[in-house]
């Protein structure tokens, strides 16, 4: 007997029915953000006290250099990675295909970089228009962390490198690798793809990106859910901030005020 559900909806019953049970659970979430946050602190304040002690260096030369900035943001990396790592994948015996880094056909991920391509002056747009609404001056409010210096070499190369490479896998890994696949299993994909991209935009700070950043967030929940395969999200993430980076720091070159 027919059950009255869609061809599309049958097809994704059945790569549920045919997905393992995600055994990473909120205790071991609690423990990833508990242990890891502290311990990011711990070692930008040792990178502070070393340059104070050591080299005589105010903290306000400190917090606004570049070499701070490309520190921590490196700092940030490897502390979500080690987190996932080691408080799920190695606490669950679960490996990196496990945990979503699975073989994915080349279709979706051209129609990642495609997609990514299309959003950018989309939330572009978004978020300007919300900076309006709150009264905000228009401009980047990360631009004081991604180039406190201003531009240079250095600067443009470590963050393309850790913001437009090495933060999306780490990102994407978490967010959606395991928070999103976590509420997915509790509250189902809609309430998953929502709360997860909450917590994605409120990860960022600054109020004033947070609309376009959660907007981000749905996308690339989606993407992971329809493909199955978080290659997908990471390319989408990492050719949107990428391109995002590049045209930060070309206007910043060509003496914008960004």
Request: charged share 5%; proline share 0%.
């Given at each position: 007997m027919e059950d009255g559900s869609s061809p599309l909806q049958q097809a994704e019953d059945e790569r549920a029915a045919a997905t393992p049970p995600f055994p990473i659970t909120l205790l071991d979430v609690a423990l990833?953000?508990?242990v890891g946050v502290p311990v990011l602190a711990l070692i930008c304040a040792a990178y502070v006290l070393t340059a104070k002690v050591l080299f005589g260096r105010p903290s306000a030369d400190i917090f606004g250099s570049q070499d701070f900035t490309l520190f921590a943001a490196t700092v940030q990396v490897a502390v979500m990675v080690g987190a996932v790592r080691f408080f799920g994948l190695q606490r669950r015996a679960m490996s990196w295909r496990d945990a979503g880094l699975s073989p994915v056909a080349s279709k979706w991920i051209w129609r990642a970089v495609l997609l990514a391509v299309v959003c950018i002056p989309l939330i572009m747009m978004v978020t300007v228009g919300f900076q309006k609404l709150l009264g905000r001056p228009v401009g980047s409010p990360q631009a004081r962390f991604i180039a406190p210096e201003g531009f240079s070499w250095t600067g443009a190369g470590g963050m393309l490198l850790l913001g437009g490479l090495a933060a999306p896998f780490a990102e994407e890994l978490f967010f959606r690798g395991v928070l999103f696949?976590?509420?997915r299993r509790y509250w189902?994909?809609?309430a998953?793809?929502?709360?997860?991209?909450l917590l994605f935009g409120l990860s960022h700070v600054f109020v004033e990106v947070m609309p376009g950043t959660v907007?981000?967030?749905?996308?690339?929940?989606?993407?992971y859910q329809r493909s199955g395969s978080l290659w997908v999200p990471m390319t989408f993430h990492a050719v949107y901030n990428s391109a995002s980076l590049g045209i930060f720091f070309w206007l910043l070159a060509a003496g914008v005020e960004v």
């Open positions: 990833m953000v508990a696949r976590l509420l189902g994909v809609a998953g793809v929502i709360v997860s991209s907007l981000l967030g749905i996308v690339m929940a989606l993407l």
